[in-house]
């Protein structure tokens, strides 16, 4: 079956523009991860959606970050006012419950590039 | 606070030996540990978890780990590595009191030398 994939697969833009990266879970995952994995780093946890709320949205690093659910499948993660510090890539996940025992399963990633 | 520290930056093995790969956490409460292998240009994919039960977990391609409660370990093993195990190698925990997050440590990477 299709497994989570992620639009665009490479996103370059400059300092200070608005980016938008789209993540498709799994059908029928109810949770939705974001992460950030900069260079020679593991994932970093951004926020977590069970179904169309945010349930964790403690590793949003500031309020220029923010990601929405709006039908509890497709999630979008908005950038504003990017910063070269921005740049990274950053990874979805889905799991089928979200309990903590869940497997999450995750996309290629979106690499941005912010120049 | 949750940690996971994984102690070595490379791991270097000639093919057909064994492999270790370590991993070391802090977590408050029982941990749910999981081992993900990153392949260039590639997501994460997932290798095994431990939940509860056997301390001896096996995973895919031939992986198993082996959690240790009182050394607060979850090392990551394999009897006869291959050329193609080389990648970058991820430990994670979560823990009850951690919520919904899931912490990673920085990564291990393995070659595999034929």
């Known amino acids: 079956g299709a497994g989570v994939s992620q639009t665009p697969s490479n996103k370059v833009t400059e300092k200070g523009k608005y980016v938008e990266l789209r993540c498709d879970p799994i059908?029928?995952?109810?949770?939705l991860y974001w992460y950030r994995q900069s260079l020679g780093q593991g994932p970093e946890f951004l926020i977590y959606?069970?179904?169309?709320?945010?349930?964790?949205d403690s590793g949003l690093p500031n309020d220029r970050f923010f990601a929405v659910r709006p039908e509890g499948s497709v999630s979008t993660l908005k950038i504003q006012r990017t910063e070269r510090g921005d740049s990274a890539v950053y990874l979805c996940?889905?799991?089928?419950?979200?309990?903590?025992?869940?497997?999450?399963?995750f996309g290629p990633g979106t690499r941005l590039t912010v120049l | 606070a949750q940690s996971v520290a994984q102690p070595e930056d490379q791991v270097n093995v000639a093919e057909g030996n064994p492999l270790t790969v370590k991993c070391t956490y802090s977590v408050s409460g029982n941990p749910y540990l999981f081992w993900y292998v990153q392949y260039p240009n590639r997501g994460l994919q997932f290798l095994l978890k431990y939940i509860t039960g056997d301390n001896l977990v096996k995973g895919s391609y031939g992986f198993e780990a082996e959690f240790n409660k009182s050394q607060t370990s979850f090392h990551l093993k394999k009897p006869s590595a291959l050329v193609s195990d080389s990648a970058l190698y991820f430990c994670?925990?979560?823990?009850?009191?951690?919520?919904?997050?899931?912490?990673f440590g920085a990564g291990t990477r393995l070659f595999v030398k034929a």
């Open positions: 996940a889905s799991s089928l419950t979200g309990g903590l025992a869940d497997t999450q399963y």
């Open positions: 994670a925990v979560r823990g009850a009191t951690g919520g919904f997050k899931t912490i």
């Open positions: 959606f069970q179904g169309t709320g945010a349930a964790d």
């Open positions: 059908s029928g995952h109810t949770a």
